[in-house]
């Protein structure tokens, strides 16, 4: 069973930069047929897809946060990263990683985030 | 404001049927298949639900249907249960390449 586990910072300071990382466990990072997202859920509010990347570090990003985050991967270490900058208090919000399936079989394409982490709020406040 | 359009609230009684809409664009819901339905309860990650407007991921019970016309995705819960009680989010991939999600539907059984 794929987990999706999420570690960083619940609080940072404004201006400053964002850092999330998520580990995954019970399955390989390393194939095509799926990405790894970010997606937040401001306090009260509906979700917000940030972006997603792929193994070999291609990547995907909201264009209209697409100026201040940066996604990374590493394998070796079976996470991916999140790091978003200069923040303001318009960036609190749980933060979410999940993997995104882009999969093609005999029904189809398919497009979707199946699992997903526990979810960590990220408070921006001095 | 979110780009998919739900209402803020459903609710219906145990063993009724109930439905959510989430209206999008010719750039969004309208021009794909892409559309996804998520069930969150509080404090917990959303769960997915509903993909390709109308399938149902393995162990998603079959009280969980969807359907899409035109611009418009919608989600059926039938023979409502108490455990359905939960906020529900649609969303749909764009032509711009991009995920857009709806401002989630909260669901309330009487």
């Known amino acids: 069973q794929l987990q999706l586990h999420q570690s960083g910072p619940g609080l940072v300071k404004p201006s400053e930069t964002l850092s999330l990382t998520c580990n995954v466990s019970?399955?390989?990072?390393?194939?095509?047929?799926?990405?790894w997202g970010w997606i937040r859920q401001s306090p009260g509010k509906g979700l917000e897809w940030i972006g997603n990347?792929?193994?070999?570090?291609?990547?995907s990003y909201n264009p209209s946060l697409k100026n201040r985050v940066t996604m990374s991967v590493d394998t070796s270490k079976n996470h991916f990263s999140l790091r978003l900058s200069s923040v303001t208090a318009a960036d609190t919000a749980v933060y979410f990683c999940a993997r995104h399936v882009g999969l093609h079989d005999t029904s189809g394409y398919h497009l979707y985030f199946d699992y997903w982490g526990q979810g960590v709020l990220v408070t921006v406040s001095s | 404001q979110s780009d998919l359009t739900q209402p803020a609230s459903v609710s219906g009684s145990p063993g009724q049927s109930i439905t959510i809409s989430c209206t999008g664009s010719?750039?969004?819901?309208?021009?794909?298949?892409?559309v996804c339905w998520y069930q969150q309860y509080p404090g917990k990650a959303p769960k997915l639900v509903i993909y390709?407007?109308?399938e149902r991921p393995s162990g998603i019970s079959d009280r969980f249907s969807g359907s899409k016309s035109g611009n418009t995705a919608s989600l059926t819960i039938s023979r409502l249960q108490a455990e359905d009680e939960a906020d529900y989010f649609c969303s749909s991939w764009t032509t711009s390449s991009t995920w857009v999600f709806g401002g989630g539907t909260k669901v309330t059984v009487l």
């Open positions: 010719i750039s969004d819901v309208g021009s794909y298949k892409y």
């Open positions: 990347v792929l193994f070999n570090g291609d990547t």
């Open positions: 390709d407007v109308t």
């Open positions: 019970g399955g390989s990072m390393t194939s095509t047929n799926f990405y």
